[in-house]
């Protein structure tokens, strides 16, 4: 069974600040997925990751895939308030038809 | 472009009661799902569809149908509701690269 483990579930901090957040999946797939979640929103797409040792940056959000590991990094550089919001990592069921398996979400707050 | 569009934003629904979420895409996708969303739980696959006139069960089917009849319209049926369906719900199509989400539903069942 494919799990989808991301930690921490909960991040306050400050703004100016780096930080990481993780995404542990306990199965092969070489797709991984980011998403921003602002409070009462819809999700919306923020990487998509597609081999190993992809890396893909958008503004002070970077993101890597280690398909060995298992593993996916979302780092934030030097954070600021605009974004605050839930991030969700989700994995591609990829024998299965493009389904994919959620992470429990990350709420980042980060205080001015 | 309106992308995916849901129906209604929210509903108060009385246990027992029947209700449709109507759920409509304008991308052409073949590919369309259905999430449930939680408080600490993330997204939960409720049924998928993976082509016009096929769908498949997912993680938490229970309670909910679903049908197909065309490309663009991807229906959500709660015959019977009950509290424990109380949650919001996210209609997404997908163009096999990455899925694309709808505006939500927030369903109250008491």
């Known amino acids: 069974e494919l799990k989808v483990e991301q930690n921490p579930l909960f991040l306050s901090m400050q703004e100016g600040k780096n930080y990481t957040i993780y995404c542990n999946y306990s199965?092969?797939?070489?797709?991984l997925y980011w998403y921003r979640q602002d409070p009462g929103k819809s999700l919306e797409s923020l990487f998509v990751?597609?081999?190993n040792g992809a890396v893909k940056q958008e503004g002070r959000l970077m993101a890597s895939l280690d398909t060995k590991a298992r593993l996916s990094t979302l780092h934030i550089t030097a954070a600021v308030h605009d974004l605050s919001a839930t991030y969700f990592c989700?994995?591609?069921?990829?024998?299965?038809?493009?389904?994919?398996?959620w992470g429990a979400g990350t709420k980042l707050i980060i205080k001015p | 472009t309106a992308g995916i569009t849901q129906a209604p934003t929210s509903q108060i629904l009385a246990a027992g009661r029947s209700m449709t979420l109507r759920c409509t895409q304008d991308?052409?996708?073949?590919?369309m799902y259905w999430y449930r969303q939680d408080l600490g739980l993330g997204l939960r696959l409720i049924h998928y569809?993976?082509?016009?006139?096929?769908?498949g069960k997912g993680e938490v089917p229970d309670g909910y149908s679903v049908s197909r009849a065309n490309t663009d319209d991807f229906p959500l049926t709660l015959a019977s509701a009950v509290p424990s369906q109380t949650s919001v719900y996210f209609c997404?199509?997908?163009?096999?690269?990455?899925?694309?989400f709808g505006p939500g539903t927030r369903l109250t069942v008491l």
């Open positions: 990751l597609l081999s």
């Open positions: 989700a994995v591609d069921m990829s024998w299965s038809n493009y389904q994919l398996i």
């Open positions: 199965t092969t797939s070489d797709r």
């Open positions: 997404a199509s997908s163009d096999s690269r990455e899925q694309f």
């Open positions: 991308m052409r996708h073949n590919a």
């Open positions: 569809s993976n082509t016009a006139g096929t769908t």
